[in-house]
Structures are given as structure tokens and as C-alpha cells.
């Protein structure tokens, strides 16, 4: 047997094992191998629809405006699990089982994830999408009707645009920033104008609404890290006092963003969620959305 056929041959094997080894992990998460009586009356509980609505997803959005500063407790927006959010984690635990599509999802990322950024693997391959609001979480948040238009929006790390495209049907014109070149690509398929990280501040002209989504998380201290190819440690830090969602956001508003010279206009809880794969049927991040404009009094702008 010559060199190349013999590394066909432990190739082919390692591929081989590599599909059966993922395969084995998946069906372990499946209620049909939860083999305890125990964990699989637990497991059935988590599954079940009924289940989720009621303890989970309620979690989500709960908020005490008790525990809100002053400030920021008439602010505060209730948001619920709403039709458009329940389709997306529908789409996404469907597409979560789709077992070739995962298998060949799991075995490109593994081969292409010392190479490039999680974020562009996602693009290349279509999947990861993201959901911040639906189409009426967002006009609640922004208080404004399914029918209200204006100029012009940005998109700061817009990813596929999928969330960009929620806001976008309300604005003329739809600008977007991002590093990864296959997000670009999907960005330019949806027809928005893309401008580079430090050119959207040199454009000439002043933008309605500017979207930070998902982006100053990235300072926050509860995880920090920063994604340029790997996972980095960010330059600079936000400091936010407070241990509970209500005294985090409390802090924020009013001396984070105050500091910076913002004020608050409305805030909501809400789960940044992101498809899933062969392991999960979504990701959630524990998310409070601001809705801020530029603070009047500019002694306070720093």
C-alpha cells in the first residue's frame, strides 16, 4: 500500500470515527437514551412546551421595578414571550435537528476555527442568527407605530442583519458596520451600505437611530472578552456596580451612560438568543436593552 492510499485510508477512519463519536453525544441528549426514571422525568419536564412557558421563559423578561433606581423605574418596558420570539426558538430547535447539516456544520468548524473568528465560521456556514426583538418589541421600546418611518439608521456589528432588518423596515436608508467578511457578504445580500469601523463617523451626514447590539457587552465585567480572530481580554473596561440585574442597570444609567452624556429613554429585558446546534437548540444571553439619546445638559457629557 503507497503513502497516499494509507493516508486515505486513516483519514477516512478518523472521519468515521469523528461522525460516530458525534452522533454517540447526541442521541445521550435525546429523551429516548435518558435511561434514570429520575432524570428522565426531569428531562421530560424541560422539553415540555407548557414547562418552558411557564418557569423559563418567565425568567427572560422578569424584572422587579421595585429594585430600579428611581430614575429609571417609569422607564422600564415590559417585554414578553411574543409570537415572533416563539417561531425563532421554534426555527431554531428544528434546524438544531437537522443531523447532517449539524454533523457537517460541527466538522467544518473544528478544521476552520484555529484559521478564522467563531463569527465568520458562522457566516460562511448560514447559521448562528441572531434575535434581539420582534418587529412590535421594537416599536414598543422605541414607542413609536408599525407605521412610523425615518431617514437613516446604523447598524454597529450588524452580523447577518438579521436583527438589522427588524429595525430597517422603519428607515429609508440602512448603513451597518462589520469586521467579518463572510457577515459583509450577507450584509451586502440584504442591500444595506456597509462602512468601515472608523468611517461611519466621517460620513458627512447625522443618523436617526444608531444600534449597539450585542457590542458593549463585550466591556461589561461579568465575562469581558473582546472576538479578532480568538477571544482577547477587552482594552478598556466599563465599571458597573451592583450584583442584580435592577442595581446593574440602575448604575449604568445613571452614571455610566450619564458620564458619558446620554440619557436614558427606555429600557427592557430581553434574551439575546442565537441559533444552536447539534448540542444545543439555542443560546441565550441575559440582555437589557437602552433606548438613549444625546443628554442636553453637556456639562455632564464627558
Excluded at 34 to 55: C, G, H, I, K, Q
Excluded at 74 to 101: E, I, N, Y
Excluded at 224 to 248: A, C, D, F, M, S
Excluded at 266 to 282: F, I, K, S
Aim: net charge neutral.
Amino acid at each position: 500500500m503507497c503513502p497516499l492510499q494509507l493516508k486515505t485510508l486513516l483519514f477516512g477512519a478518523w472521519l468515521l470515527g469523528y461522525v460516530f463519536f458525534l452522533l454517540s453525544i447526541r442521541r445521550m441528549w435525546t429523551g429516548k437514551y435518558v435511561r434514570s426514571p429520575l432524570a428522565r422525568s426531569l428531562f421530560l419536564n424541560m422539553v415540555s412546551e407548557d414547562e418552558a412557558a411557564a418557569t423559563e421563559t418567565q425568567e427572560w423578561y422578569r424584572c422587579g421595578p421595585d429594585l430600579l433606581g428611581e430614575s429609571v423605574r417609569p422607564l422600564f418596558v415590559q417585554s414578553h414571550l411574543d409570537s415572533d420570539t416563539k417561531a425563532f426558538l421554534k426555527r431554531s430547535v428544528d434546524k438544531s435537528g437537522w443531523l447532517f447539516t449539524q454533523l457537517y456544520h460541527s466538522f467544518v468548524s473544528t478544521f476552520l476555527s484555529p484559521l478564522v473568528s467563531r463569527t465568520s465560521i458562522n457566516g460562511f456556514l448560514g447559521r448562528g442568527s441572531m434575535f434581539v426583538f420582534s418587529p412590535e418589541q421594537f416599536q414598543q421600546l422605541l414607542r413609536v407605530g408599525p407605521e412610523w418611518r425615518s431617514d437613516r439608521l446604523l447598524d454597529l456589528g450588524a452580523g447577518d442583519g438579521a436583527v438589522t432588518g427588524v429595525m430597517g423596515a422603519h428607515f429609508r436608508e440602512v448603513y451597518a458596520t462589520e469586521v467579518s467578511p463572510p457577515m459583509k457578504w450577507h450584509l451586502q445580500r440584504r442591500n444595506y451600505k456597509l462602512l468601515g469601523i472608523d468611517e461611519w463617523q466621517h460620513t458627512g451626514f447625522q443618523y436617526d437611530v444608531i444600534s449597539c447590539l450585542n457590542l458593549l457587552d463585550r466591556l461589561l465585567p461579568f465575562q469581558p472578552y473582546v472576538e479578532v480572530g480568538k477571544w482577547q481580554r477587552p482594552k478598556e473596561h466599563i465599571k458597573v456596580q451592583g450584583k442584580t440585574w435592577e442595581e446593574q442597570v440602575t448604575n449604568l444609567s445613571s452614571e455610566v451612560f450619564r458620564k458619558a452624556g446620554f440619557e436614558v429613554e427606555a429600557v427592557t429585558r430581553l434574551p439575546y438568543l442565537c441559533e444552536g446546534d447539534m448540542y444545543n437548540d439555542y443560546y441565550i444571553l441575559d440582555d437589557a436593552v437602552f433606548v438613549l439619546k444625546v443628554s442636553d445638559n453637556t456639562s455632564e457629557s464627558a
